[in-house]
């Protein structure tokens, strides 16, 4: 597409609401501050009431930010209607015009910028078939399944060639098997066209699988922010930490830094943790593990004992009790492993690449 | 955080601004509502404390107060209104709880219960107290011709109540029909599991579900008979109510302000029963049952039960049928009473002297009305739904408020209003007397009816179909346009019909605003009917219920060939 794509970005945003039972004030966004750059691929991703479909609506012009600017390029568009702002949303629900066919549907946008006919008819028929969509023209929208819907509002908000592409849970309304392969889809036409898109989303493999970056909220505010792969590996708390996956936590001390490596006691049993953080001789701390960074067997560093042992397919899942802690263990491919039954005593350990210190 | 949540305002009112579309809509409503509702009522209060010379006065309430007239009127209202809203209410929950809760075989009981629960909307609201004379009166067919009794008394309080009930029970009907079929079954079943009797269940869970509903009907019903000015007026005899001796004071006693004060008191009587009616029993009724039916109802079909109640609703309807049907037969007949041979007598009177002048006045005014009404009715509904902004509630509040204020009372608020000029100075005196104060008051009698329906159809539209339009590029008034307006074309058009119908049939607060400039038909029949010309009357009225009825079936028709409600429904049913 001919146009650039659009950088946006938030300036120490907050958003007021009243909460209609108690009458007392909160944030729904807290001081949140952002820079996307064009043609990049974000999500905003957190539990739900955490302020990230506020964001998105703000951005798009629905809600006005009590706090802070949002530029859009290099414009600031807190006083711009969303009509006149340069972005285009898909929304959860579709949000097709009941009352308009495929090609209605998808020319709106262009008949308002009143173009001539034979441009309206040239483009929606391109972006008919960059959604897969050909031929469909005439149908009504209540005469498609809910995946056609999708493209259809991805074409209908593609078509205008918005500086910014929005969207607003468009998965959720969908079953399993399609969300996975529409997601891949959104993100094949993204890359395409190389515009920015800012994706809401609560469902943390959609955000990993699709997204430049990933933003995660909660309670209104940012708590980190980076690519899929540092977020899931270096999470910067434990709320991140536990929203994105499974995560163990162990409760360790520091006993001292060797070039690079951190020494940790763990219920008396010494350990290496690779950290980029300084940290101090003596510092009480958390060693994180993903269940699958967790090596069960006869030997290991904490003993422990299984309390839950049951066969996934792709792996094996236990909960073993290490002390007094609760530890959750994906161990892979089992077929070739020992199985461990209820009731069986073993030993943990990791590696020190596979462990993350908070 | 309080200099915070400004900065949120001020950018939504920028927005606001930025949208000339919406601005000068809201701008123009709010004069419109200000000018033709809430002054005229303003101007009655201030008349009836306020005197140029004395200053503030209570004065006039004082003389009002003492006059036997008023007092009699105020405590007849209240007797009146009291009998037809509860004979309305249990008639209208009789008729409910057999529709839905009775196994009924016959397809024509179905049908009867739908004919009688939509004669008295396609009937002008005066038409049972001409056919009740018809019948009742003294020389009524069933009165005397069939059983021989000479001095026959319909006229006052017996006549007023029966032909009330009569035109308000189908409400009661309507409205209970729709809190019925939400109870969920399951509730009653449980306790008849636990050994209750049928009579035990419907006392002790579904009378007591129903119980902030039947008060709502019950309210609502004693609003429209405090209200109805025809019918007291036709069949009332010396049996004055407040709504006809304010009437009465302005054309008989040429004492405007007196007749003021009076209209203040039925305003505050209504305005209260109001209040409480959509503010804390509307509101209960929801709370209770919300629960949608979670299947379908074991129906009753124990005859015991429901042979007496069945017969009951079947006499009734039958009867309520057959005071319509006198009415063209009056029309029909050369001399009720006397002779009984069908003619075009009536109807070639009527047609002679000012009858085709009568039907293109009212055609014509309603006409213009409708669509003005229907578009306000949707605009208003889609900005109460759709937009936040700050004269919101005080749009809502004052376009549902003319469901409160009955005909007499804006009629002379209007008077007192407009006769001199706005304030006495003789800005927009033009207005008076003319035919456009006549569209003006048949669009605010009609504003509330549609806008609730505008209100219901846009509540189930996603709201954020209109925002991807608006998001696409689409100014407020494009969206409204090109969205949500086909969307609620329904809507529209039933408020299109329902504004022309209403308008047609109007009369309390015209009456005292028409001009020899303009014949109505409404106007016309009360007219023939005071002067007992029985025959011409009914002759205006049967053309008029065909008038009326053949626009309903005209909506009908269109909807079912262009409605796009079934179409929407399915598309949220998939989406």
Known sequence: MAKISKGVRLEHISKIYRDPKTGRDFYAVRDTSLDIEPGTFVTLLGPSGCGKTTTLRMIAGFESPDEGEIFLGEEPINALTPNKRDTAMVFQSYALFPHYNVFDNVAYGLRLRKLPKAEIDERVRRILSLVEMEGMEARMTNQLSGGQQQRIALARALVVEPGVLLFDEPLSNLDAKLRVSMRTEIRRIQQTLGITAIYVTHDQSEAMSISDRIVIMNAGEIA????????YYHPDSAFVADFIGEANFLAAQVMGMENGLCRVSIDGREALVETARAMEVGQACQVVLRPEAILIGDKGLLPCKVELSCFMGSYQNYHVRAGDTLVKIADNCPINKKIYRVGDEAWIGFDKECAHLL | ??????????????????????????????????????????????????????????????????????RTAFTNTLQLGLLTGVFSTVLGLMFAYVDVYMKVRSRVMKKLFDVVSLLPVVSPPFVLSLSMILLFGRSGLITRT????????????????????????????????????????????????MGATRWKVFTTVTLPLLLPGLGNAFLVTFIESVADFANPMLIGGSFDTLATTIYLQVTGA???????????????????LFLIQKYYLEKRTVATLTGKASRERMLIADRSVTRPLTILCTLFSAFVILMYVSVPFGALFKLWGRNYSLSWVHFEYIFKYGGIRAFRDSFLLSLIAAPITALLSMIISYLVVKKKFRSKALIEFTSMLAMAVPGTVLGVGYIRGYANGIFGTGLLQGLYGTGLILIIVFVVRSLPVGTRSGISALRQIDRSIEESAYD????????????TLPLIKDSFFSGLVTTFVRSITAISAIILLVTPKYLLITTQINEFAEKGKFGEACAYATILILIVYGSILLMNLFMKTFGTSKKIREAQKNG
């Open chain 1, 224 to 231: 980190q922010t980076g690519t899929p792969m540092q977020i």
């Open chain 2, 1 to 70: 955080m309080v200099a915070a949540g400004a900065q949120g305002k001020r950018l939504d009112r920028r927005k606001l601004f930025g949208d000339p579309i919406m601005v000068s809509t809201i701008a123009v409503l709010l004069i419109f509502l200000l000018l033709f509702i809430l002054y005229p009522l303003a101007t009655l209060l201030v008349d009836s404390v306020f005197s140029r010379e004395t200053g503030f006065t209570l004065d006039v309430f004082t003389r009002v107060l003492s006059l036997g007239r008023f």
């Open chain 2, 146 to 193: 069939l059983l021989g009794i000479y001095d026959s008394e319909i006229y006052g309080l017996k006549g007023i109540v029966v032909v009330q009930t009569l035109t308000f029970f189908p409400v009661c009907y309507l409205m209970l029909k729709g809190l019925l079929r939400n109870i969920d079954p399951s509730l009653e079943e449980a306790a008849r599991d």
């Open chain 2, 254 to 272: 040429y004492d405007k302000v007196g007749a003021a004060a009076m209209a203040v008191v039925l305003l505050s009587l209504t305005l209260v």
């Open chain 2, 472 to 483: 696409m590029g689409a100014n407020s008034g494009r969206v409204f346009m090109t969205v």
